[in-house]
């Protein structure tokens, strides 16, 4: 069986954590998060599991720190070796015996009993990259790819509430950036391995999104894969606070949350506790007046995805 890598695209703060938390509780599915942030995670010390409070079972367990460096520079686009130029680099690397860290994912598959692994990074540059990538094209892995979509009012609301120094204007700028640049590159990709699914979709009608999405990658649909903080097999770099946050308190770990992300939620996530809820807070946060502006710049391009 050829093993799949799904790829994310859309906007941040449209439920992508959500989505493949909810997946990646899947025993054919794992979830590595935003593997487009490895390498600065890893140039940064920072620990690459955001879930893991001590050592991480898979990227501390499974990868010495040579195969992290190795694996970082690959992800990275850097040099191997620091004291080769990086197109000589490239070009030496499979006569040095580094053909496996070469093809990435299918270098964290053969660390992984599952056939399908999620990266929700979304940025559009890195999924076209990595989409056409020779371990793609050459058949040993089989590309799809999801368009994440949500309320562009409630993108707004997200991103000016953790982002205070963004403009509506900005916000409108850069959403309607994502949005085109992803939705060409969707229009484009396969027909039989893509989906468009749209958060308030995801958490008001969980089994009938997943069900779909479950007969796209050809497996089962679970119903326990929704109670995804039981899972105790997550290990993603980065992604939502907030949604991870459900994790750590069902594990009992929910000591005081540094994460300045999280704090500017308020009680949002006390208050959901361990439940899909649909999050409507940008009817109360957003002014008249930045609803106008969001109407001006982007009410065409939002009327797809808008949820009343």
């Not at 299918?106 to 990595?130: A, C, Q, T």
Request: glycine share 6%; charged share 30%; aromatic share 12%.
């Amino acid at each position: 069986m050829i093993n799949k890598v799904v790829f994310i695209v859309g906007s941040g703060r449209s439920g992508s954590t959500l989505l493949s938390f909810i997946i990646g509780s899947h025993p054919d599915c794992v979830n590595l998060g935003e593997l487009d942030k490895f390498y600065r995670y890893y140039q940064q010390g920072k620990k690459l599991c955001t879930i893991c409070r001590d050592d991480c079972p898979f990227w501390d367990g499974k990868f010495t720190e040579l195969e992290r460096k190795q694996l970082a520079a690959v992800l990275g686009n850097t040099r191997l070796n620091p004291y080769i130029p990086l197109k000589i680099d490239r070009a030496i690397r499979p006569w040095l015996g580094k053909r496996a860290i070469l093809s990435p994912y299918s270098y964290l598959l053969s660390k992984r009993k599952e056939s399908i692994l999620f990266d929700s990074s979304k940025e559009l540059d890195w999924v076209k990259e990595r989409s056409s990538h020779q371990e793609f094209r050459s058949g040993r892995l089989k590309s799809y790819l999801l368009f994440i979509v949500r309320d562009g009012r409630a993108v707004m609301s997200s991103i000016l509430r953790i982002s205070p120094t963004w403009t509506t204007e900005r916000f409108c700028q850069h959403w309607s950036t994502r949005i085109s640049g992803a939705r060409e590159f969707y229009d484009q990709f396969p027909l039989e391995r893509k989906m468009i699914i749209r958060y308030e979709e995801l958490v008001t009608n969980p089994h009938q999104t997943l069900k779909k999405l479950c007969d796209l990658l050809q497996i089962e649909f679970l119903d326990e894969m929704l109670s995804y903080w039981k899972y105790d097999d997550h290990h993603p770099v980065s992604g939502n606070t907030g949604t991870r946050s459900l994790i750590w308190r069902y594990r009992d770990q929910n000591e005081n949350i540094q994460d300045k992300n999280y704090q500017k939620q308020g009680s949002h996530y006390d208050n959901v506790g361990l439940n899909l809820a649909l999050d409507l807070r940008w009817k109360q946060e957003l002014t008249p007046e930045q609803l106008e502006k969001f109407e001006d710049y982007c009410g065409e391009m939002n009327k797809p995805y808008e949820w009343d």
